[in-house]
């Protein structure tokens, strides 16, 4: 069974950089057929998709959110790690890391997903 | 880049069909592979449809997925409306300049 748990700060203040860990069970970062994601979803508001690393290390970014946004793992702890700069009260949000299941050569869905964890962006 | 969009709110009754539209902004529908994840309150959002009208194990065949590309728009059906299905429902999709992009979301009622 897959499964995946968000960890990090609670509250942050505004101009701090967030850094936020996904711990997976179940599977490798190294199985060629999946990938993490983190999608954030503000109060009320609707999924925006983050940041995306593959098992070969590649990355990929939000366009809008490109400079603020770094990705990384660690394939030996089954660790993804979200580093997010500047942080802004309209950053705060629930974070979730998702698998993204890849067939074929198709983009892939998001499943399982995290239990999210919330961040508030607060002096 | 592209957007979905959704209606805000959709509310049927139990036992009724409800099917909720998520429009493509740009580019085709057809293009790429729509997802639908169903979030309820205070859950993580899960898999309903993938790859336009596929059913992940667990999920009942009152789901249905389906693309349109007359209309460029993907749609998910509900029927035999039940209250557990009373949730967030989410579209996604992908393009190579947008990459994963989700739609606005709608709020089902069930009454």
């Known amino acids: 069974q897959v499964t995946l748990k968000e960890s990090g700060p609670v509250l942050v203040k505004p101009t701090e950089t967030l850094t936020l860990t996904c711990t997976v069970s179940?599977?490798?970062?190294?199985?060629?057929?999946?990938?993490v994601s983190w999608i954030r979803q503000p109060p009320g508001k609707a999924l925006e998709w983050l940041a995306h690393?593959?098992?070969?290390?590649?990355?990929s970014y939000s366009t809008s959110l490109k400079s603020r946004l770094t990705i990384s793992k660690d394939t030996s702890k089954s660790q993804v790690v979200l580093t997010m700069t500047n942080m802004d009260p309209v950053d705060t949000a629930t974070y979730y890391c998702?698998?993204?299941?890849?067939?074929?050569?198709?983009?892939?869905?998001?499943?399982?997903w995290g239990q999210g964890t919330l961040v508030t962006v607060s002096s | 880049n592209f957007m979905l969009t959704q209606p805000h709110s959709v509310s049927e009754s139990p036992g009724k069909t409800v099917t909720i539209s998520c429009t493509r902004s740009?580019?085709?529908?057809?293009?790429?592979?729509v997802q639908w994840y169903q979030q309820r309150p205070g859950s993580s959002p899960t898999t309903v449809i993938y790859?336009?009208?596929?059913?992940p194990s667990g999920v009942p065949d009152r789901f249905s997925g389906s693309i349109d590309s007359s209309s460029n728009s993907a749609s998910l059906t509900i029927s035999g409306l039940k209250t557990e299905d009373e949730a967030d429902y989410y579209c996604?999709?992908?393009?190579?300049?947008?990459?994963?992009?989700f739609g606005g979301g709608t709020k089902l009622t069930v009454l």
């Open positions: 690393i593959f098992s070969n290390d590649e990355k």
């Open positions: 790859e336009d009208n596929q059913r």
């Open positions: 996604q999709s992908y393009d190579s300049s947008s990459l994963w992009v």
């Open positions: 998702a698998v993204l299941v890849v067939v074929a050569a198709t983009p892939g869905w998001f499943d399982p």
């Open positions: 740009s580019g085709s529908i057809a293009s790429n592979y």
């Open positions: 179940g599977f490798s970062l190294s199985n060629a057929r999946m990938g």
